[in-house]
T-cell receptor
């Protein structure tokens, strides 16, 4: 079974609007971490936001927020006020178990390509 | 602060040849990762080092891939002999802390084409 599922291969959003990128995960561990990375056409992966499984509040970092619904095993990324520079591939990733058990081994989804229109 | 450096950026080889990639992590980062990213897919972890010891190499095809991290700093990843399916971008990443929230900083990658 897929550990990380990103069902949207591609998304379009109008500049200055908000967009939600979907991510569902599969794990039986109680302790895990969820990450979102951005990969522009240059190829470099850029960390955006992190949510721990025990965090009660949804994570936020500037224009990025993570809509964490533990019971549904979803960790959607919300980008507010989209900018042209947000056009990129976005990856959801999961670390299963705690760092002490498994190090920081990440499993990535297949990604969603986002295009921001002016 | 200088980022993760990788070289070469691009490499084209024929199948059955060998190739090596180099990575210099951010200064002071104890953990180093090598990922393989096939076109249209997310990165897949090949090997993780903590200082100069291997933490996880369960997805490294050890019959053809090898990696080392001398003195806990620079790392090299080698493929010998290469196959067509090894065509991918090879990403190196490093991280500073040892904890659940441990952001990984990625290099620009090496794009390998095997013909």
């Amino acid at each position: 079974a897929q550990k990380i599922t990103q069902t949207q291969p591609g998304m379009f959003v109008q500049e200055k609007e908000a967009v939600t990128l979907d991510c569902t995960y599969d794990t039986s561990d109680q302790s895990y971490g969820l990450f979102w990375y951005k990969q522009p056409s240059s190829g470099e992966m850029i960390f955006l936001i992190y949510q721990g499984s025990y965090d009660e509040q949804n994570a936020t970092e500037g224009r990025y927020s993570l809509n964490f619904q533990k019971a549904r095993k979803s960790a959607n990324l919300v980008i507010s006020a989209s900018q042209l520079g947000d056009s990129a591939m976005y990856f959801c990733a999961m670390r299963e178990g705690s760092f002490m058990e498994y190090g920081n081994k990440l499993v990535f989804g297949a990604g969603t390509i986002l295009r921001v229109k002016s | 602060e200088a980022g993760v450096a990788q070289s070469p950026r691009y490499k084209i080889i024929e199948k059955r040849q060998s190739v090596a990639f180099w990575c210099n992590p951010i200064s002071g980062h104890a953990t180093l990762y090598w990922y393989q990213q096939i076109l249209g897919q997310g990165p897949k972890l090949l090997i993780q080092f903590q200082n100069n010891g291997v933490v996880d190499d369960s997805q490294l095809p050890k019959d053809r891939f090898s990696a080392e991290r001398l003195k806990g700093v620079d790392s090299t990843l080698k493929i010998q002999p290469a196959k067509l399916e090894d065509s991918a971008v090879y990403l190196c990443a490093s991280s500073p802390r040892q904890g659940d929230y441990d952001e990984q900083y990625f290099g620009p990658g090496t794009r390998l084409t095997v013909t």
